[in-house]
Nanobody
Framework: QVQLVESGGGLVQPGGSLRLSCAAS????????MAWYRQAPGKQRELVAT???????QYADSVKGQFTISTDSAKNTVYLQMNSLKPEDTALYFC????????????????WGQGTQVTVSS
């Protein structure tokens, strides 16, 4: 069974940095696009950043120049480096990946992690 497990969240002061990690585990043949989303209390989940298998990246306007998404293919892991954090970055951060399971056809399936909390506060 394929799973995504996030880590790296926590409490940080404004202006601080955090690096989130999301590792894929289980039986699968390949990973295509990976992404980070976030959901703040009372708000809808929003896309933060995406990265393709070819390392092409895209960012929400609100985090351009502040966050960096990257992957380590050998570790099946996607990272989100978050710098200059602001209170409005407080949210539950989720990773998402399109993964081809080890058994079955040629369809990729979308998997989500359970989320990791990021709180920016003094």
């Amino acid at each position: 069974q394929v799973q995504l497990v996030e880590s790296g969240g926590g409490l940080v002061q404004p202006g601080g940095s955090l690096r989130l990690s999301c590792a894929a585990s289980g039986s699968f043949r390949s990973i295509n696009n990976m992404a980070w989303y976030r959901q703040a209390p009372g708000k809808q989940r929003e896309l933060v950043a995406t990265i393709t298998s070819g390392k092409n990246t895209q960012y929400a306007d609100s985090v351009k120049g502040q966050f960096t998404i990257s992957t380590d293919s050998a570790k099946n892991t996607v990272y989100l480096q978050m710098n200059s954090l602001k209170p409005e970055d407080t949210a539950l951060y989720f990773c998402k990946a399109d993964i081809l399971p080890a058994y079955g056809g040629r369809d990729y399936f979308r998997y989500w992690g359970q989320g990791t909390q990021v709180t920016v506060s003094s």
